[in-house]
Each structure stands twice: as C-alpha cells, then as structure tokens.
C-alpha cells in the first residue's frame, strides 16, 4: 500500500496499483516480472532524494503495457 | 488465524480502498512505529551488473521443510526465516493468512523472483546473488513491531553485510 511505504519511511521505492499479493506480477508471466524487478533496479539511481516512490506506469493484467516500456 | 481476518485479506485484495482506509487506522494508532525517524539513506555507486543482491521478503516465504511463521498469535511473528540461494523454489511455501497468496502459491516469483534473478546473473544484469535471501510475514502489531525494528531488521543487515551484499530488492506480501 503507497500509504504504508510513505509513512514508514523507504529510502526507495517503486509502486504498482495492483492487487495486494502480487507485487511482482502476474504468475507465470515472466516477461512482466522481469520490467517489473528491472525498474526496481534503476530506482537505485534515478532516485536522489530520500523517501522518493516510483509510480510505474503498469496496469493490472495489461499485458500490452510492457510491450511498450 | 481466525475465519474475521481470512475473510478480510480477501476483502483487502478485491476491494484496495478499504485496505487502504484500514492501513491508515492501524498508522493513526501509531502501532509502535515512530514516524519521525529520518529516512536512511545511502547513495548506490555500483553499476548494478556488478552488484551482489539479495532478496527480503514479508510475503511469508520460507522452506517448506522450516518451521511455519506463527499464525495463532494476533499479532504476527517477529521473527525471520533463512532461504538458502541454492534453494529449489518448489521447496518454498507460504506461511501468512492475512493476505490474498492464491496467485503466489502457482508462481512464488510474484512475491519472491528468485528465478527472474538467476536469469539476469545469467545474462549479466546483475553481479551474484546473496548466499542467503529472508522471508518475513508483514502483519505485525504492538510489540512486535519494535521487535522487528530493534532486533530483526539489524540481525538480518548484519548478515547481508557480513555476505557483501550491495543492494535489495524488498517485496511486500
């Protein structure tokens, strides 16, 4: 949940509006897991200011939409 | 783990905003954690193809052949459990009623992508992976809560220190 990550305090995060449980993705869709876990790490450097949360621009079960990242 | 809260993780994962109201109820009542605290930070100088990553999961993930997170306790399970790198994600198995892990127990990556990792170390993406990966269960409350900050959490940096562990990738359940 965004609320949570904001108010605890992640030096780092990137954020999906899916269903709780399915962080990563859709199972058995490893192609999605991958971009997923592949921003995640290109977090680590294009965010400098602490506490800063990555929208990715993903929607649940649109397959499509990493086609085009 | 009671029929109520089985029954509300359903609810949470079908309907986000009521969890989300709820996540606010439990962070209103302060639930232990201090709020003031500064963010820690820390810049990442490596170029990730280079990096030693690790996974830190509180999706419940552990061996299916280690002892079960504690689901009779309301207030959750503190504690931490080992998972190996060399482990065969088909030993893994989830121990946490209090969300939705139907879609996780057919394909553990969702959670846990210890086989997405081993294909980017394969390709060069990525440096090495941890000896070891932690799972945690993420429904904790009172006491436990400092238990995790004051105890767990530092146990757990020690080891991915002591491993030369240069980045992770946290996954919430």
């Not at chain 2, 002892?67 to 504690?79: A, E």
Request: proline share 6%.
């Amino acid at each position: 949940m965004r609320e949570l990550t904001e108010e605890v305090g992640v030096s780092r995060a990137v954020f999906l509006k899916w269903p709780m449980g399915h962080p990563i993705g859709e199972p058995n869709f490893p192609r999605g897991q991958r971009v997923v876990i592949e921003r995640a790490f290109d977090a680590l450097k294009k965010i400098e200011e602490p506490g800063t949360i990555i929208d990715l621009p993903f929607r649940w079960k649109r397959r499509g939409d990493f086609e085009v990242g | 783990m009671s029929f109520k809260d089985r029954l509300m993780a359903k609810i949470f994962t079908a309907i986000p905003s009521l969890g989300r109201r709820a996540a606010k109820s439990i962070l209103s009542t302060g639930e232990g954690i201090d709020m003031k605290r500064e963010i820690p930070w820390k810049p990442f100088t490596k170029d990730i193809k280079d990096a030693r990553v690790a996974l830190v999961t509180t999706s419940g993930v552990h061996l299916s052949g280690d002892t079960p997170f504690d689901m009779v306790d309301p207030n959750g399970d503190p504690t931490f459990r080992v998972i190996s790198n060399e482990s065969d994600i088909k030993d893994l198995t989830i121990t946490h009623d209090y969300y939705d892990h139907s879609d996780a127990d057919k394909d553990m990556n969702i959670v846990f992508p210890l086989e997405r990792l081993r294909e980017m170390v394969a390709e060069g993406a990525l440096g090495s992976l941890a000896k070891e990966h932690y799972g945690l269960m993420g429904h904790l409350k009172e006491g436990h809560v400092e238990t995790l900050i004051n105890e767990t959490a530092p146990e757990i940096a020690r080891r991915l220190i002591a491993d030369n562990v240069d980045c992770v990738l946290l996954t919430p359940g």
